[in-house]
């Protein structure tokens, strides 16, 4: 699972900031929810702040039962989504917590 996560990290770091057009740096990626075949993640600029969230599909896994026939995202995962997103700050150290030198801890 991390390997997958520091391989989505270097992805977007490939990416400029559609704003500023800036290179993203892979620490302002932060995955908000983990479902076996999709990620929503969000990618922070760390020049101009600018936000984005992206759905990011991931393979099937090669051991998935055909009798899984679950959304990989859920009505319900997009309700809540939803309802974090219209009243969050943007204050990502409030919400997780600094680190020991002031910045936000690795999972
Ligand atoms: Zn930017």
Redesign the pocket.
């Given at each position: 699972m991390q390997a997958r996560e520091e391989s989505l990290r270097r992805h977007f770091a490939q990416r400029p900031?559609k704003?500023?057009?800036?290179r993203q740096t892979p620490e302002t990626l932060l995955v908000l929810v983990r479902r076996p075949r999709a990620w929503v993640v969000m990618a922070v600029?760390a020049?101009?702040?600018?936000r984005g969230i992206f759905l990011v599909s991931l393979p099937s896994p090669k051991r998935q039962h055909f009798t899984d026939t679950s959304p990989a995202v859920s009505t319900r995962d997009v309700v809540e989504m939803r309802s974090f997103l219209d009243t969050f700050d943007g204050d990502f150290l409030s919400l997780f917590g600094a680190g020991p030198h002031g910045r936000l801890a690795a999972d």
């Open positions: 900031c704003v500023c057009h800036h600029c020049h101009c702040q600018h």
